[in-house]
């Protein structure tokens, strides 16, 4: 899935905005959070370094779990 397959609604869990990131390049689950501007939640594979952002806009996905290839 690339960033631009996926458009995310923005949602709130408490504290920060997160959406939660299975990494198949080492399979590894990663949270990335909503960025400064909250236009796009960004992260990187905790292990590789593989950036993801996944853009927020409308007509977004209710999923709150992606995979990132």
Known sequence: MSDSDVRAS???TGG?????VHFRCCNLYQRIY???NGTAYEG?????????RIPI???????RFFEAQ
């Open 16 to 20: 920060k905005k997160f959406l939660g």
């Open 34 to 36: 909503c960025n400064a």
């Open 10 to 12: 923005p949602r709130q």
């Open 57 to 63: 806009g409308e007509g977004g996905s209710n999923s």
């Open 44 to 52: 990187r594979c905790p292990r590789c370094g593989k950036a993801v």
